[in-house]
């Protein structure tokens, strides 16, 4: 966790961390798979509730899926990219990080289909903070 950041809730799908010096939330999802599909609601939920305070249009989103299982089965897009699309138009500015080329090109697919102006995904920490600092 960065320095400044402040953890604020970990499940067993998410970690997540606020740090309010540099305005960026950090979501970090775990290596645990959904189960269900209403998992990822309930995931989602528990993550907007805990944000609630979160002025989201002044804070950056650094959305780190490096641990995330791999999944694209049609029933688990939908349901995501509902929930994908709301958190992204939140907040001011998104970075996903991702480990692999095949994430890399998955999730830049989501991003165009998704029509998704402020949000960028990346392979590197460095670059993906410095796209959140710097636009």
Known sequence: MPIGAISVEKTVYWHISIDRD??????????????????????????DHTLTD?????????????????????????????LRKA????????????????GLLHVKRLIQQDRTLNAAVFMSEAQAARYLEWG
């Not at 305005?23 to 528990?46: G, I």
């Not at 804070?59 to 990219?81: C, I, K, M, T, Y």
């Not at 958190?87 to 095949?102: D, I, N, P, W, Y």
């Open 22 to 47: 540099r305005s960026v939330v950090r979501l970090t999802r775990t290596s645990a798979p959904y189960r269900k599909l209403t998992d990822v609601t309930a995931a989602h939920a528990l993550i």
């Open 54 to 82: 979160v002025d989201r249009k002044r804070h950056g989103l650094f959305l780190d899926l490096r641990e995330a299982p791999s999944r694209n089965d049609p029933e688990f897009e939908v349901q995501l990219e509902r």
């Open 87 to 102: 958190q992204t138009a939140t907040f001011k500015r998104t970075a996903l990080l991702v480990k692999t080329a095949s």
